[in-house]
């Protein structure tokens, strides 16, 4: 599975990183690709490609405010949730999102 994503909270400090590196290493713990986007307080950094988006099987978006390009994701699978919900839960939410959009998949144990 590959996924890519923007992370951006309320202060554009520490929800935001922290976030973004929860996301990644519950990603890599399920063997799957990732890539993180952050928007803060000193603008965006590891911004997605254009080829990470088009791979990409869905797009999370970990934010608590409004982002910039969104429409970047048009015709893809777009998943928001708080920064607090990826901070807590990080690998039940790419969990829940996979079984969302591959509804015919199996779960695994």
Not at 39 to 65: R, S, W, Y
Not at 89 to 99: D, G, H, R
Request: one cysteine or more; a positive charge.
């Amino acid at each position: 599975m590959k996924i890519v994503g923007i992370a951006a909270c309320t202060s554009g400090i520490a929800h935001t990183y922290i976030a973004r590196e929860k996301v990644l290493k519950a990603a890599q713990k399920l063997g799957w690709e990732a890539h993180m986007e952050t928007q803060g307080t000193i603008g965006t950094e590891n911004a997605l490609t254009p080829e990470q988006i088009k791979e990409a099987d869905f797009v999370l978006l970990a934010i608590d405010i409004k982002i910039g390009g969104r429409d970047r994701f048009k015709g893809k699978k777009v998943v928001e949730v708080p920064t607090n919900t990826v901070i807590k839960s990080p690998t039940k939410v790419l969990e829940a999102v996979a079984k969302k959009i591959s509804p015919d998949d199996k779960p695994t144990s």
